[in-house]
């Protein structure tokens, strides 16, 4: 099981720092994900991480402003959001791919596992 947390109420420009713990299993073998989902939106991707921490993808707009890794000793996974604009307001998901592996890390459908979720709030 996936928990997402570390969401919040934040101005534009600030930064917020997303947490995905898991319980019962070790994340160390999983590609990792992060989606969003806005208000009357379909889910969107938002990062990736391979299961090794070198490779990362993003979505062109949070190219420069988000950053995702990974901590092998706490079996965490993070996004770290700054300079966060009105747009990105949307609850964000962690999500997990088992082995083997899909090859389209933005596909929501190639993740096996899913957190709840945690409300990210930008407001002007």
């Known amino acids: 099981q996936l928990q997402a947390s570390g969401g919040g109420l934040v101005q534009a420009g600030g930064s917020l720092r997303l947490s995905c713990a898991a319980s019962g299993r070790t994340l160390g073998i999983y590609h990792m994900g992060w989606f969003r989902q806005a208000p009357g939106k379909e889910r969107e991707f938002v990062a990736a991480?391979?299961?090794?921490?070198?490779?990362?993808y993003y979505l062109d707009s949070v190219k420069g402003r988000f950053t995702i890794s990974r901590d092998g000793a706490k079996n965490r996974l993070y996004l770290q959001m700054n300079s966060l604009k009105l747009e990105d307001t949307a609850v964000y998901y962690c999500?997990?791919?088992?082995?083997?592996?899909?090859?389209?890390?933005?596909?929501?459908?190639?993740?096996?596992?899913w957190g709840q979720g945690t409300l990210v709030t930008v407001s002007s």
């Open positions: 991480i391979d299961w090794s921490g070198r490779r990362t």
């Open positions: 999500a997990a791919d088992q082995p083997p592996y899909g090859s389209n890390p933005d596909v929501p459908a190639e993740y096996n596992y």
